[in-house]
């Protein structure tokens, strides 16, 4: 089988996006596949300040049609970890599953897409469809020397109709997701030993009641709704806005009253919501809660970046709808909860969508894709594109 032969190939390189270890090995491959078959390829290796190589493989299969999908794909994968019962860099099948890191987050939707074009070309059919695909590195990482570079700097490459973000899961078809403030909030004191508190000036007592205003000030955002639909299981019918401490850093020993207390925060906003007027605010809420409190700490954003949300009465998101349904059966029009690079897509003007390619235990031991996913998806690709 064509996919599970080039997944083998994939899975042995241990493209951790920590370390970049064999990010360049792993786009030539993907490279020399793609010219294989016969699509227009380059490679556009992004300077970083690390120096570590961040190769981005964009292909192009022109058949001469009015329109064109493109397919967002990433090779970079998490540390292998521990706690597996087969071999992480090896790909072992058993019932039914391709086990190995990445097989499911995302190297198994390099191979739907590739073996999606594979059979099209073996067809002879003509494609409604001219096909991009962009194989990302760093995208487990932000993207910002991957997808989000490319979107930004190369804006004609990937210019299409449609962006298929094959990094979604099978769950729900995606058509927006929430946009991101990580935020940084440092309270300082003064330390002195713990015999003699009261020649000192505890931090952490001011940042205890700076994350219970944050608390305060995040259920009443938690009111505040999008206009898309929250996946299934979610306590609001609507995308919501979430606002979550998620670090508290303080002290290193238990007879030291610190000098420092750190607080961390992620804050997820609607997918419609301007980034700059979220940053205004959260500064503002801060601001208030300094006063309030009498205290000075200092806000620093960490990370950002904005949601978005495609039009789901577009008729070609309809129109992919029509063959999810016939090949997957019916599934939800909704908004992503977390983050995917449709974001960056939807910001270079095109209309993006997230859906496959499947598998499960992402992140954690004994990941894996169904073979029957990888058979579907690429089913999917191909009847979209043959009509």
């Known amino acids: 089988m064509y996919e599970i032969n080039l997944l083998k190939k994939l899975v042995a390189l241990n493209t951790n996006s920590a370390t970049k270890e064999n990010y360049k090995e792993c786009a030539q491959l993907i490279a020399n596949e793609t010219r294989k078959l016969g699509m227009k390829t380059k490679i556009i290796d992004v300077p970083a300040p690390d120096k570590k190589p961040r190769p981005n493989v964009l292909a192009e299969l022109d058949v001469g049609a009015e329109k064109t999908l493109l397919l967002v794909t990433h090779y970079d994968i998490v540390p292998v970890g521990s706690g597996w019962h087969t071999n992480p860099l090896s790909l072992t099948i058993k019932n039914g599953k391709a086990f190995g890191r990445g097989v499911a987050d995302d190297k198994g939707a390099i191979v739907e897409a590739l073996g999606a074009v594979r059979n099209i070309r073996k067809s002879g059919k003509k494609s409604r469809f001219n096909i991009k695909l962009v194989c990302a590195c760093d995208e487990e990482v932000g993207g910002k020397y991957g997808l989000r570079y490319v979107c930004q700097r190369h804006k004609k490459d990937v210019k299409a109709d449609l962006a298929l973000v094959i990094d979604s899961g099978l769950e729900n078809i995606i058509v927006g997701c929430s946009g991101v403030i990580d935020g940084k909030i440092t309270v300082k004191g003064k330390a002195w030993h713990a015999g003699y508190p009261h020649q000192a000036d505890n931090p952490i007592y001011k940042a205890i009641t700076i994350v219970e205003e944050i608390r305060k000030w995040g259920k009443k955002i938690e009111k505040r709704y999008s206009e898309l639909k929250s ?118 003007g095109i209309p993006s969508i997230g859906f496959g390619p499947g598998g499960g235990n992402h992140h954690a031991p004994d990941e894996f894709i169904a073979l029957k996913d990888i058979r579907k998806m690429k089913e999917l690709i191909v009847k979209f594109c043959e009509g």
Not at 246 to 263: C, D, Q, R, S, W
Not at 274 to 300: F, Q
Request: glycine fraction near 8%.
């Open 231 to 348: 996946p299934k299981g979610s306590p609001h019918r609507k995308v919501w806005n979430r606002l979550t401490v998620t670090v508290f850093k303080a002290g290193e020993k238990a007879n030291v009253i610190p000098g420092e207390a750190v607080i961390e925060f992620d804050y997820r906003l609607l997918p419609e919501q301007k980034l700059s007027e979220a940053k205004k605010e959260i500064r503002e809420v801060i601001k208030k809660i300094n006063k309030k409190l009498g205290i000075n700490s200092k806000l620093r954003i960490l990370s950002e970046h904005s949601g978005y949300i495609t039009d789901e009465h577009n008729p070609i998101v309809q129109e992919f709808k029509k063959y999810v349904t016939q090949i997957f059966g019916r599934k939800e029009i909704v908004g992503q909860l977390g983050a995917i690079d449709g974001t960056y897509t939807a910001a270079a």
